[in-house]
Nanobody
Framework: QVRLVESGGGSVQAGGSLRLSCAAS????????MGWFRQAPGKEREFVAS????????FYADSVKGRFTISRDNFKNTLYLQMNSLKTEDTAVYFC??????????WGPGTQVTVSS
């Protein structure tokens, strides 16, 4: 079965950086498009970034473009999200997911990111 486990969250001041990781197992990671989502308190889960299976196509929400970078290591079955110039509005639980056919299928438990002013 597919297992996704996020890590790397924490508390940081505005302007700081964090690097999230997502360890994947139970799937052909090197052939799977992956993505990051986030959910802030009282809000719906929203798309943050995604990356093609080959790593050569990345997509970002406008709110994080230029500050966040999604990447992957297909040898380590790991997805990353480098977050720079963090803002208080980036505070959320961050999730990774795998994309199959037309939908995002599996989700990890998430990792909390808290940005203080």
């Amino acid at each position: 079965q597919v297992r996704l486990v996020e890590s790397g969250g924490g508390s940081v001041q505005a302007g700081g950086s964090l690097r999230l990781s997502c360890a994947a197992s139970g799937l052909i990671f090197s052939g799977t498009d992956m993505g990051w989502f986030r959910q802030a308190p009282g809000k719906e889960r929203e798309f943050v970034a995604s990356i093609r299976w080959s790593g050569d196509g990345t997509f970002y929400a406008d709110s994080v473009k230029g500050r966040f970078t999604i990447s992957r290591d297909n040898f380590k079955n790991t997805l990353y999200l480098q977050m720079n110039s963090l803002k208080t509005e980036d505070t959320a639980v961050y999730f990774c997911s795998n994309h199959e056919r037309t939908r995002w299928v599996n989700w990890g438990p998430g990792t909390q990111v808290t940005v203080s002013s």
